[in-house]
Structure formats: C-alpha cells, structure tokens
Nanobody, 126 residues
C-alpha cells in the first residue's frame, strides 16, 4: 500500500506556471506507476498525465501536451507535475494516483489506479 499527498496547487493567472507535487509514503515507491487526474466542478474526472515506474515512459492528455510535464524522483518518493502556459480551462482539483500494475490500454482511465491522494486545487484566472 501507498499513501499519497498532493501539494503545490493555488491561484495563478492565465499564462502562468505551477508545479504540483505528490509525496508517497513507504519504501516501494518505485514499484508504482503514477498518474495525475483532474476534476472540475460538474465534470467527470479526466486523465492528465502518467509516468512509468522508472520514469522512462510518459503519456499526456492531448489538452496538456506541450504545456505540462510529469516527472518523478524515486529517491524522494515524489512525482511532479510541472504546469506551464496555464489556461482557465485547466482549473480543477488535481489528484495523483498510483498502481503497481497498469495496463497500457487503460492507463488513461481512473479505473487503472487503486491509490489516490486527496487532491490539490488549481485555479487559473483569465
């Protein structure tokens, strides 16, 4: 099992940047695929980005590709989401997720991940 805690959310103007962090407990962080999802009020949770256990593979939603970067520091038990060129439509609660075994075909769905953080709010003003 792993416990996840997001941080780094806040209020930023359009075009600005934020870096989210997700700190994981335990000594087995490198056994987990990690992902970021987001959910805006009245909308379903949607995939943002994912990263493999070693960090060697990443995948992004089309809506954030080129603007967001997911990375991980396994020595620090932390995954990051660097968000640049933020847009008002990026406003949402952002959640990190983890699972030790993720099928590529469903890696962009919330069902692929068993462990979730509490979320951190990102608000982008126009």
């Amino acid at each position: 099992q792993v416990q996840l805690q997001e941080s780094g959310g806040g209020l930023v103007q359009a075009g600005g940047s934020l870096r989210l962090s997700c700190a994981a407990s335990g000594r087995t962080f490198n056994n987990y695929h990690m992902a970021w999802f987001r959910q805006a009020p009245g909308k379903e949770r949607e995939f943002v980005a994912a990263i493999s256990k070693s960090g060697g593979s990443t995948f992004y939603a089309h809506s954030v590709k080129g603007r967001f970067t997911i990375s991980r520091d396994n020595a620090k038990n932390t995954v990051f989401l660097q968000m640049d060129s933020l847009k008002p439509e990026d406003t949402a609660a952002y959640y990190c997720a983890a699972d030790p075994s993720v099928r590529i075909v469903i890696a962009t769905t919330s069902d692929a991940y068993d462990y979730w953080g509490q979320g951190t709010q990102v608000t982008v003003s126009s």
